[in-house]
């Protein structure tokens, strides 16, 4: 019998090929075994049929995917799988097209779900800050730590986003340990990515700028040595590269393009 995803797969006319649709509807119907397979012990057992749904969901967002390999949305979904984590749904993790490839994204509550894994973290988040939010970031002395108070909605507009930070507690200690990027940074993070106009970062600006701000707090905080390695593909998914090497490298892009009109002046 059939694996149920969550929702019925659209029916085949009689006599008439299968539209990229209903293959892929078809494909992510016959994953329900491999997903059960793969998720870590102890998951409900309703958890396969809520990753197939959220496939599913993630393809009537970005219609792209249709059009990748079911190979490759397989080898995605897996990864997600293996860590428990939906795509699609609560930006825990995003599936993404280039050409017909289809490949495995971090989100925000993905990443926070890997770090507080870990026996050794007592809290950790992270937060937008818009300009017309009350924010300070103490780095050095007893004090250190964020004190961030969004404005309240209906006392005015909270503003532009100036940046993202964020916060994490280890057990045992008594101050933070902060990240913080501002907004020219995590713009230039977006436009290094391969797919900087996804449906991921056009539709939830702010909980990527929260995902990238979180990966790079990354390499301060415990995390296990597999969680780890789902995160760096993650970035080579994404960038072709390590992030801190694609933050680096769009930086040195933009420090280029600053310098070309000096370099044509002094023509």
């Given at each position: 019998?059939?694996?149920?995803?969550?929702?019925?797969?659209?029916?085949?006319?009689?006599?008439?090929?299968?539209?990229?649709?209903?293959?892929?509807?078809?494909?992510?119907?016959?994953?329900?075994?491999?997903?059960?397979?793969?998720?870590?012990?102890?998951?409900?057992?309703?958890?396969?049929?809520r990753i197939q749904k959220g496939v599913l969901l993630a393809a009537e967002a970005n219609p792209d995917l249709y059009e990748c390999t079911a190979a490759s949305v397989q080898f995605a979904v897996?990864?997600?799988?293996?860590?428990?984590?939906?795509?699609?749904?609560?930006?825990?993790?995003?599936?993404?097209?280039?050409?017909?490839?289809?490949?495995?994204?971090?989100?925000?509550?993905?990443?926070?779900?890997?770090?507080?894994?870990?026996?050794?973290?007592?809290?950790?988040?992270?937060?937008?800050?818009?300009?017309?939010?009350?924010?300070?970031?103490?780095?050095?002395?007893?004090?250190?730590?964020?004190?961030?108070?969004?404005?309240?909605?209906?006392?005015?507009?909270?503003?532009?986003?100036?940046?993202?930070?964020?916060?994490?507690?280890?057990?045992?200690?008594?101050?933070?340990?902060?990240?913080?990027?501002?907004?020219?940074?995590?713009?230039?993070?977006?436009?290094?990515?391969?797919?900087?106009?996804?449906?991921?970062?056009?539709?939830?600006?702010?909980?990527?700028?929260?995902?990238?701000?979180?990966?790079?707090?990354?390499?301060?905080?415990?995390?296990?040595?597999?969680?780890?390695?789902?995160?760096?593909?993650s970035d080579h998914a994404e960038f072709g590269m390590l992030f801190d090497k694609a933050v680096e490298s769009a930086a040195q892009s933009a420090r280029e393009r600053i310098r070309e009109p000096?370099?044509?002046?002094?023509?």
């Amino acid at each position: 019998m059939a694996d149920q995803p969550g929702r019925e797969a659209p029916k085949q006319q009689q006599g008439k090929p299968e539209t990229a649709l209903q293959t892929f509807h078809s494909s992510v119907e016959r994953m329900g075994s491999a997903i059960a397979e793969t998720l870590p012990q102890g998951s409900p057992h309703e958890k396969a049929a809520r990753i197939q749904k959220g496939v599913l969901l993630a393809a009537e967002a970005n219609p792209d995917l249709y059009e990748c390999t079911a190979a490759s949305v397989q080898f995605a979904v897996l990864k997600a799988a293996q860590f428990g984590l939906i795509p699609g749904i609560g930006n825990e993790c995003y599936l993404i097209p280039y050409g017909d490839k289809c490949e495995f994204m971090l989100g925000y509550a993905g990443f926070l779900q890997l770090i507080r894994r870990s026996n050794e973290i007592r809290f950790c988040q992270a937060k937008v800050v818009k300009a017309g939010d009350q924010f300070e970031i103490t780095e050095a002395g007893p004090n250190r730590g964020v004190i961030h108070k969004p404005k309240v909605r209906g006392r005015g507009k909270r503003g532009k986003t100036v940046g993202a930070y964020f916060e994490c507690y280890l057990k045992g200690d008594e101050l933070p340990y902060v990240e913080w990027m501002d907004v020219e940074q995590l713009q230039k993070v977006r436009a290094a990515s391969k797919a900087p106009n996804s449906p991921a970062w056009k539709n939830w600006e702010d909980e990527m700028y929260r995902a990238k701000v979180t990966r790079r707090g990354c390499k301060w905080v415990p995390i296990s040595p597999d969680a780890m390695e789902l995160i760096e593909s993650s970035d080579h998914a994404e960038f072709g590269m390590l992030f801190d090497k694609a933050v680096e490298s769009a930086a040195q892009s933009a420090r280029e393009r600053i310098r070309e009109p000096e370099a044509i002046d002094a023509e």
